[in-house]
């Protein structure tokens, strides 16, 4: 009964100072990045955040762009946006999994990541999955990132709590 399945949806997190978040986008299959895009640009301003936007070559590069922008930039939260769609080699398998494991990594080291990185079978799939007026992916990475930007926000004084601190700070 495809369609008829409902899915519960966390309110829209609020804030007193705007988040300011990343795209980070592989656009190898450019009008699924463009949908996604425009689904988790439209979901950070619902929310009345900022973002700015890099584009990588492909999806194994989102992490690294995200730790490097980690280190160097003042970033509250990340978006990870792409699509891999299943070929006639496993580069498949290792495309998905490496980049969902590190995105994982970087989540476990306290980064706020939402990731839209679409893994699909076809084209098809992939369509559905990335239009905002239909699973609208993109729009759901971006509210799961804001809803873990509230998250680290509630529990600290909103500084980045990871890492190593010099000795008096």
Same mark, same amino acid.
């Given at each position: 009964?495809?369609? *008829?399945?409902?899915?519960? *949806?966390?309110?829209?997190?609020?804030?007193?100072?705007?988040?300011?978040?990343?795209?980070?986008?592989?656009?190898?299959?450019?009008?699924?990045?463009?949908?996604?895009?425009?689904?988790?640009?439209?979901?950070?301003?619902?929310?009345?955040?900022?973002?700015?936007?890099?584009?990588?070559?492909?999806?194994?590069?989102?992490?690294?762009?995200?730790?490097?922008?980690?280190?160097?930039?003042?970033?509250?939260?990340?978006?990870?946006?792409?699509?891999?769609?299943?070929?006639? *080699?496993?580069?498949?398998?290792?495309?998905?999994?490496?980049?969902?494991?590190?995105?994982?990594?970087?989540?476990?080291?306290?980064?706020?990541?939402?990731?839209?990185?679409? *893994?699909?079978?076809?084209?098809?799939?992939?369509?559905?999955?990335?239009?905002?007026?239909?699973?609208?992916?993109?729009?759901?990475?971006?509210?799961?990132?804001?809803?873990?930007?509230?998250?680290?926000?509630?529990?600290?004084?909103?500084?980045?709590?990871?890492?190593?601190?010099?000795?008096?700070?």
């Amino acid at each position: 009964m495809a369609g *008829t399945e409902t899915h519960y *949806t966390l309110p829209r997190p609020t804030f007193d100072e705007a988040p300011k978040l990343l795209i980070v986008v592989a656009p190898y299959y450019k009008d699924i990045a463009d949908d996604l895009i425009a689904g988790a640009k439209a979901e950070i301003e619902a929310a009345g955040a900022t973002w700015e936007i890099v584009e990588v070559p492909g999806a194994l590069e989102v992490p690294t762009a995200i730790r490097i922008a980690d280190r160097t930039a003042d970033f509250d939260g990340y978006v990870a946006l792409g699509c891999v769609i299943r070929g006639e *080699t496993t580069h498949y398998e290792t495309v998905c999994n490496d980049s969902s494991r590190a995105l994982s990594t970087l989540g476990l080291a306290g980064l706020c990541i939402g990731n839209g990185i679409l *893994t699909v079978e076809n084209r098809d799939q992939a369509v559905v999955r990335a239009a905002v007026d239909q699973q609208n992916k993109g729009g759901g990475a971006a509210a799961a990132a804001l809803h873990l930007i509230a998250l680290g926000r509630k529990w600290t004084d909103g500084e980045k709590q990871v890492g190593f601190r010099p000795v008096g700070a």
